[in-house]
């Protein structure tokens, strides 16, 4: 039979008999440790999307019923404009309620996806509740307590949480679907490479901008815009995220820091440039890697084609290659355009394309809340 720990509102885990702690280190800086074994969660848990009127909560509650997520209960948290919105799971209209510091109680899972200040603010109060949560924004990635995982490469990371598990940066999870098999094989030093990033990266807003301007430019009307720095209809722009003193983007950082964390791989570099393009789903990333070992084009195949959430699209003299078309509204990514990299010894250049909002957002975290579940 399964329990559940849960911490009662003073923040005691109550069912376990130990009275111990959990996620104060969170909000008050005492570290209580990893969650200590057993920790069984419900089998049909109470679960909580926060920010679920946002392009990533949409695909979380898709995404949940979808997998057929054991979910007990859901509940639908967003700001004060969204409450009262009815949105569908199960056949089911849930309304939307709006989030505060109170609104965890029962909860035990709650997928946060609402932006890094709503999950600094928010995420300790859930913990407190005796929630887990699984975050997708980037306040938490890089905190030492707080596992970053990609369930394909290292999903026994979960089992150390503290009451936070960080879903990585969306270009990042798409593009290590490739380079950790490839790592594991042949151990790769340095990357360099460059995304072309959707818009619904930058969430709903974006997704309404680009089609509103390519609505203006049709119509021969001046172009405005709101979410971008310049017009992202029929151009791309060479930012995503803000400039840091080093002339990098914080996104371009996020491949290595984040890279370096997920595979356990502290020396690994990458020197990446992300761009902005008028695609509406799914990011595409142009790698060029270089390894440890001596690597071949078959031999990257062959474990590239083993590799788990990734199809190898790779048939150049028929056109055939991962686009971001292709691969939106997919679980699995795609890589292709494999080559010999004729700059580097011991290179391999690829193209992978995957939905940032499942593989790089929604599907991710529910992978992440599926490995809770086997937690014993
Ligand atoms: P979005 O479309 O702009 O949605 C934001 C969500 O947050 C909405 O549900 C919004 O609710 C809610 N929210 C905003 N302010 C709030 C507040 N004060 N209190 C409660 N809820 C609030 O953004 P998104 O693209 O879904 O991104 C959400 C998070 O996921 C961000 O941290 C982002 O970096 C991360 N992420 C996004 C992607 C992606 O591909 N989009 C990929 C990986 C990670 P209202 O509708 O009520 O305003
Ligand atoms: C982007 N990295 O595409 C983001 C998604 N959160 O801008």
Not at 129 to 152: H, I, M, T, W
Request: hydrophobic letters at 40%.
């Amino acid at each position: 039979m399964s329990i559940i720990l849960r911490q009662n509102v003073r923040g005691v885990r109550a069912g376990d008999g130990t009275g111990r702690q959990i996620g104060a280190s969170l909000s008050t800086g005492t570290d209580p440790g990893p969650l200590s074994a057993p920790y069984v969660m419900k089998s049909s848990p109470h679960v909580a999307v926060v920010g679920a009127t946002g392009a990533v909560g949409i695909e979380m509650i898709r995404t949940l019923e979808r997998r057929n997520f054991p979910v007990g209960k859901l509940t639908l948290l967003a700001s004060a404009r969204s409450v009262g919105k009815k949105l569908t799971f199960r056949g089911t209209e849930i309304i939307v309620q709006e989030l505060t510091h109170d609104a965890f109680a029962g909860i035990d899972i709650a997928l946060f996806s609402a932006g890094g200040s709503i999950s600094r603010d928010y995420a300790p109060s859930a913990v407190k509740a005796g929630c887990v949560v699984v975050d997708n924004s980037s306040y938490f990635r890089q905190d030492p307590k707080v596992p970053l995982v990609v369930p394909e490469i290292n999903a026994a990371d979960v089992a150390s949480h503290h009451g936070i598990i960080a879903n990585p940066n969306c270009t990042t999870a798409i593009t290590l679907m490739a380079l950790y098999p490839l790592h594991k094989a042949f151990g790769v030093k340095r990357i360099f490479a460059s995304s072309y990033q959707a818009v619904s990266g930058t969430g709903a807003k974006a997704i309404e901008e680009l089609e509103k301007q390519v609505g203006q430019i049709v119509r021969g009307e001046p172009v405005t815009r709101e979410v971008y720095p310049h017009q992202i209809a029929f151009n791309v722009l060479p930012q995503v995220d803000s400039f840091l003193a080093s002339g990098y983007t914080k996104e371009e950082m996020k491949l290595e820091n984040e890279g370096r964390k997920i595979m356990h791989h502290p020396g690994f570099k990458a020197s990446v440039t992300c761009v902005r393009v008028p695609v509406y789903r799914s990011h595409s990333v142009a790698v060029s890697a270089e390894f440890e070992k001596p690597i071949t084009v078959e031999a990257a195949r062959t474990v590239l084609l083993q590799a788990p959430g990734l199809d190898v699209v790779d048939n150049p003299s028929a056109s055939e290659y991962p686009m971001p078309l292709h691969t939106s509204e997919k679980d699995n990514c795609a890589v292709g355009r494999i080559r010999m990299d004729c700059a580097m010894d011991n290179g391999l250049t690829f193209w992978i394309c995957g939905d940032q909002l499942l593989k790089g957002a929604a599907l991710n975290a529910v992978q992440i809340a599926e490995e809770l579940l086997k937690l014993k």
